[in-house]
């Protein structure tokens, strides 16, 4: 995985979330989403970890990734739930997601050197 595919595939989460907001069709599963391995980052993370466990940078990404899937599976679940709530309160500016998408980026950007 190289750096511009992990920014891209990380980034379409927001496209996705916010389709399934004005269209809840069911095909997106919370218990899925909220893990943080199923993913193409996530399997690249999980796939390098023996590899770069030792690199404060790299654990940093793990966490932030898995957080990101938390809150993630966790909006989708609040759809599920017949919760109502605008685009910008799930994935705003000021969101606990826009929060962890871009500590995601920033986390891939100090280990952007690791991916190949």
Not at 13 to 42: E, Q, R
Request: glycine share 4%; charged share 25%.
């Amino acid at each position: 995985m190289n750096y511009d595919e992990a920014v891209k595939a990380h980034s379409s989460w927001k496209v996705k979330l916010v389709n399934y907001l004005k269209n809840p069709d069911n095909s997106l599963k919370s218990d899925d989403i909220c893990k943080d391995n199923l993913c193409d980052l996530g399997k690249w993370i999980y796939s390098m970890e023996n590899k770069f466990s030792s690199n404060n940078n790299f654990k940093k990404l793990k966490t932030i990734h898995a957080d990101f899937h938390s809150e993630a599976g966790n909006i989708v679940s609040r759809i599920h739930n017949g919760e109502k709530f605008s685009e910008d309160e799930i994935i705003g500016k000021n969101s606990k997601f826009n929060t962890l998408s871009q500590q995601v980026i920033a986390a891939l950007m100090s280990i952007q050197h690791l991916l190949v």
